[in-house]
């Protein structure tokens, strides 16, 4: 899960859900913060030496962003535009250090499911979207720290 347009999609997706239980009058302005941050971020120059650090924020962006959604009245106005600009920045961030310009647009379109997810919220469904933001956290959870983990594959083995 490293490079290409599969973490900011994931980062993209958790705010489109996380947006889906914001106020309505903030989603626009939110969606183009987060398009905005995005693509200033990724003309940023980031070091590769800073790879490790950028995907680990970008990660743990997905935890918060998706847990939002299990606020109890969901993430106030401030707070929508706060995690559109995070998620921006880490979206752009991971592209600049192992991606290219492409990905990032393939990446931006997963934000547009907060306008379905409202719609489900409003609806009685809520509770579908929630589960799968609770997936993203899983997933993030396990991509964070599978570099981190000692496992067959990843460290040379000790009979070597």
Known sequence: MRGGALPPALLAAALGFALAFAPRRELALALGVFVGAAAGAVLL?????WEEAVFLGCWASVVVTALTVH???GPTAPAALALAANAGLWAGAVVGVAGAPLDLARALPWALLAFPGAWLAARGGGLAVKV?????VAVAILAASLPMLPTPGYVADHVE
């Open 71 to 73: 606020l109890p009245r």
């Open 45 to 49: 120059p980031v070091a590769k030496t």
């Open 132 to 136: 799968v933001a609770s997936w993203l």
